[in-house]
């Protein structure tokens, strides 16, 4: 069964960065699309960015788009989440996904196979 666990989430002045990791156990998610969403309690979860299982491809949201880059190294098993430019609204618990399919993780998150827990991701004005 695979696990995802992300990781490097915390709390961060608005304008400053953080990047985020999502480590995969349990099997390769080679030929997997990665991505991020996030989440504000009492709101519903957001898509954030997603890439291709070869790194060719990449999807952001238009909220992050030129602050946010994600990214993957298939060796590592691993995918990031570079946040720049971080703003208040950023803030969120960050989700790692994974599925063979990039539409999926992209427009129907309920039929994602892999969610990780979470990291937590604070930025003070």
């Known amino acids: 069964q695979v696990q995802l666990v992300e990781s490097g989430g915390g709390l961060v002045q608005a304008g400053g960065s953080l990047r985020l990791s999502c480590a995969a156990s349990g099997g390769t998610l080679k030929y997997y699309a990665m991505g991020w969403f996030r989440q504000v309690p009492g709101k519903e979860r957001e898509f954030v960015a997603v890439?291709?299982?070869?790194?060719?491809?990449?999807d952001y949201a238009d909220s992050v788009k030129g602050r946010f880059a994600i990214s993957r190294d298939n060796a590592k098993n691993t995918a990031y989440l570079q946040m720049n430019s971080l703003q208040p609204e950023d803030t969120a618990v960050y989700y790692c996904?994974?599925?063979?399919?990039?539409?999926?993780?992209?427009?129907?998150?309920?039929?994602?196979?892999?969610w990780g827990k979470g990291t937590l991701v604070t930025v003070s004005s």
């Open positions: 996904v994974a599925d063979q399919s990039l539409v999926i993780v992209r427009s129907f998150p309920g039929a994602i196979n892999y």
């Open positions: 890439v291709r299982w070869d790194g060719a491809s990449t």
